[in-house]
C-alpha cells in the first residue's frame, strides 16, 4: 500500500475558480512534505516544501497547509490560470531510512478558459 | 542553465535489446537519481548515487545497471529490456540527500 495517498486523481476546473488538492500520509517518523508541479511531459519542479513544524508555506498562488497530526496536506491553487493544467505530485521525506522519499501518485488538474 | 538533461527523450526496444540512458547535471550535486513513473502510481527510485565512483539499490532495481563514473554523469542500462520496463525514466539530483531534487525531462522508453 502506498504511504502518500492524493486525491482527487484528476479535476477540471475554470479559469479563474479555486482548487483544493489532498494529500494523507503514513510515513512515520516524518522529516518534511513537499508538493511538486509536473506539467505534461516534463520533470516535477518543487512548489513547497514544509517541515514537520509548520502549518502553512504559500508561493504565489499556490499555499500548502499541513496537519502533521492527522497526516494531511492539501494544495490550494487561487484564480486558477490556464498554466496551472498539470499533475501535482505529494511528496513525503521520511526522518530515517535514509531520508527515503514516497511519492504520491499525483492528482492532474485541467484549467479550461 | 541546463541543469539536468537526460538523452533520449524518446525509444523504442524490441524485447531483449539493451540500451542506455545518459543522465548529466551541471549542478556539482553530489546525489543522483533514477526513478520510473508507471500511470497510476508515485515515482518509484530505481537506483542512485552518493558521490562519483558510488551506486545502490533503490526501490526496483531488478532488470537495471547504473554506472557513475563522473561527478556530472549518472547513467542506466538495460541489459535485456522487457515490456514491464517500459515507462517514463527520470533521472534527478540533489546536494544533500534526498532533499530538493532537480529532474531531468524525461524519457519514454517502450518496450515491445
Known amino acids: 500500500k502506498n504511504q502518500v495517498e492524493q486525491s482527487p486523481q484528476s479535476l477540471i476546473i475554470l479559469e479563474g475558480k479555486n482548487c483544493t488538492l489532498q494529500?494523507?500520509?503514513?510515513?512515520?517518523?516524518?522529516?518534511?512534505l513537499r508538493w511538486y508541479k509536473q506539467d505534461t511531459g516534463r520533470g516535477p519542479v518543487s512548489l513547497t516544501i514544509m517541515t514537520f513544524s509548520e502549518n502553512t508555506k504559500s508561493n504565489g498562488r499556490y499555499t500548502a497547509t499541513l496537519d502533521a497530526d492527522t497526516k494531511q496536506s492539501s494544495l490550494h491553487i487561487t484564480a486558477s490560470q490556464l498554466s496551472d493544467s498539470a499533475s501535482y505530485i505529494c511528496v513525503v521525506r521520511e526522518r530515517a531510512n535514509d531520508y527515503k522519499l514516497s511519492f504520491g501518485a499525483g492528482t492532474t488538474v485541467t484549467v479550461r478558459a | 542553465n541546463a541543469g539536468v538533461t537526460q538523452t533520449p527523450k524518446f525509444r523504442v526496444l524490441k524485447t531483449g535489446q539493451s540500451m542506455t540512458l545518459l543522465c548529466a547535471q551541471d549542478?556539482?550535486?553530489?546525489?543522483m537519481y533514477w526513478y520510473r513513473q508507471d500511470p497510476g502510481m508515485g515515482l518509484r527510485l530505481i537506483h542512485y548515487?552518493?558521490?562519483?565512483?558510488?551506486?545502490a539499490k533503490g526501490e526496483v532495481p531488478d532488470g537495471y545497471n547504473v554506472s557513475r563514473l563522473k561527478k556530472q554523469n549518472f547513467l542506466l542500462g538495460l541489459e535485456s529490456a522487457a515490456p514491464s520496463q517500459t515507462s517514463v525514466y527520470f533521472c534527478?539530483?540533489?546536494?544533500?540527500?534526498?532533499?530538493?531534487?532537480?529532474f531531468g525531462q524525461g524519457t519514454r522508453l517502450t518496450v515491445v
Open positions: 534527478a539530483s540533489s546536494n544533500e540527500m534526498n532533499t530538493e531534487a532537480f
Open positions: 494529500c494523507n500520509y503514513t510515513v512515520s517518523p516524518f522529516s518534511n
Open positions: 549542478m556539482n550535486h553530489e546525489y
Open positions: 548515487s552518493v558521490g562519483e565512483g558510488t551506486t
